[in-house]
């Protein structure tokens, strides 16, 4: 099966700022793929280059060199509108719940946003709303509350709302945990992985955290200093007692989030008792 991702000689440089400004590279000669509805964890120390690569793969910085293939096209030699069209295609889910939905608009028009500018029907974006909420585990009623109103782990669950509603094929989670509980951290990655089991999603998945990435990811890649130094399967790099990064590995056993463990009891009964009424 062709890679839904295919990053080839990946080369990245920030420009400093000023007269002088001069271009510091940061990424050199990066390589790896992501097969259909596969997870690939990327981890590596701070500052090693893991959240360039992701936006690197999101249009967000430019790439200095090599390839990045989105779903068979080379995103690094498109136009910026054939780039912005890859939205659908490509979508992200960031580390801060708090600071990536805008608090002056309602749950609603932050999802309703994208389906919007694909040219969706009213009718067509109203069932598909509802879908996204039932999808999340959120409250149909979530859709005329501001993010405020919501809990970090509900935050990211709109924000993973979001990221789903025009059926990508690829989402780069930075982090998408970090800003999170332990106990939610837990539920968002299961329901990452459901997302995955249902739809087919691949994931690129940047993180420090090596007891999501045994949970959470089949292969997993090691950043140092830009370059990939090591590429195996999770269990291999995490379970590796000489490995120098699971000297962080903390053996954590998936913890439910009890918040979302609640709002799912609560629509499966609201469900039934909808069947029993119409029956
Ligand atoms: N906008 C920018 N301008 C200039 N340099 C940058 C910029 N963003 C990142 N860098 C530099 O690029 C290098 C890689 O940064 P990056 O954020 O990709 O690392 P990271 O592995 O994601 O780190 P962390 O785990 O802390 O998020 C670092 O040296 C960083 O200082």
């Known amino acids: 099966m062709s890679a839904v991702l ?20 940061v990424v050199h000669g990066v390589d790896f793929a992501i097969a259909p509805g596969e997870t690939l964890a990327l981890v590596g120390e701070s500052g090693s280059g893991k959240s360039t690569i992701g936006n690197a793969i999101l249009g967000l910085v430019p790439a200095a060199a090599g390839r990045i293939e989105i779903d068979g096209r080379d995103v690094t030699t498109m136009s910026r509108s054939a780039r912005r069209g ?23 028009q932050t999802l309703a946003e994208p389906l919007r500018i694909a040219g969706r029907s009213r009718p067509e974006t109203s069932e598909r709303l509802r879908w996204l909420l039932d999808r999340v585990y959120l409250p149909h009623d979530a859709l005329d509350r501001y ?11 709109v924000a993973i709302a979001r990221a789903i509603a025009l059926d990508p094929k690829l989402i780069v989670c930075d982090e998408p945990t ?9 539920g968002v990655l299961s329901l990452l992985r459901e997302l995955q089991d249902e739809l087919g999603i691949s994931y690129l998945f940047i993180t420090h955290d090596l007891a999501a990435v045994r949970e959470f990811a089949a292969r997993v890649c090691v950043l140092e200093r830009g370059r990939i130094v090591e590429t195996g399967r999770s269990e291999e790099v995490c379970d590796n007692p000489q490995h120098p990064y699971t000297r962080e590995l903390v053996a954590a056993a998936p913890v439910p989030d009890p918040v979302l463990q609640r709002e799912r ?15």
């Open 6 to 25: 295919q990053v080839e000689g990946l080369e990245v440089a920030y420009r400093t700022r000023g007269v002088r400004g001069r271009s510091v590279p």
């Open 86 to 108: 890859m939205a659908r295609t490509v979508q992200a889910v960031f580390q801060n719940p708090y600071g990536s939905l805008n608090p002056w608009i309602t749950v609603g």
């Open 147 to 157: 993010p405020s109103e919501f809990s970090g782990g509900q935050r990211q669950r």
């Open 178 to 186: 970090s800003a999170l509980d332990v106990l939610t951290q837990a």
């Open 265 to 279: 009891r609560e629509l499966r009964l609201a469900a039934e008792r909808r069947g029993a009424a119409s029956s």
